[in-house]
């Protein structure tokens, strides 16, 4: 068997996958997408809701939620890409909590700096949780002496700084949220992940 094929299956990151594309096409089904107010009618991030109206849940679902086809696309092709590994790292448990934690974490981050600003945004997206996954991996590759299966570390910074650049340059992205779950993401990894004894990381 080759190394692929001994490679565990990650069926967390499959599943949380679809979890965000069921609900996308069930969103479209029934509306748009792309329409702000019926966004928040169904879950997204709306910091008034969630302070004055105690809507908490929407930590949780806005991160399950995207902006039309291009924003689940290209959110789950990095997640697809990225994401198994970290789950393999992990294991299946911590990944679910990993994520979860980086997503609520960051829109409750997103929340405080727009709140601080006067700001009151509509949001959603996986986008925080997966730059969490990519902190994440930072750390583990880099304590596993710059490699961690086929990524490295050279790899995983420039997909954050590309990655930061194209939010920075672009209009209607949470740079605060993305930020804010790359930081999560390494002390996360911190506390959960753990080098294999064996030295084996690759």
Do not use: W
């Not at 990650?10 to 329409?35: H, P, Q, R, W």
């Not at 929407?58 to 789950?87: A, C, K, P, Q, V």
């Amino acid at each position: 068997m080759d190394e692929f094929s001994r490679r565990k299956k990650a069926l967390v990151n499959i599943g949380l996958i679809a979890v965000n594309v069921i609900y996308f096409l069930y969103l479209e089904m029934n509306g748009s997408t792309e329409d702000t107010q019926f966004m928040v009618s169904h879950g997204a991030m709306y910091a008034p809701l969630v302070i004055e109206r105690g809507e908490y849940y929407r930590l949780i679902t806005s991160t399950f939620m995207h902006f039309g086809i291009n924003h689940i696309m290209n959110n789950m092709l990095i997640l697809f890409i990225l994401g198994d590994n970290l789950e393999r790292a992990l294991g299946h448990i911590k990944y679910l909590f990993f994520y979860l934690i980086c997503g609520v974490g960051a829109n409750v981050a997103s929340m405080i700096i727009n709140m601080s600003g006067y700001r009151n945004v509509v949001s959603a997206g996986a986008s925080g949780a997966i730059f969490g996954v990519i902190g994440g991996l930072l750390y583990a590759v880099a304590v596993n002496r710059g490699q961690l299966e086929d990524l490295s570390t050279r790899q995983l910074v420039v997909v954050i700084l590309c990655s930061l650049y194209f939010g920075f340059t672009s209009t209607g992205v949470d740079n605060a949220a993305h930020i804010a779950g790359l930081i999560i993401g390494i002390i996360m990894g911190v506390v959960l992940y753990r080098r294999p004894r064996n030295g084996r990381s690759r």
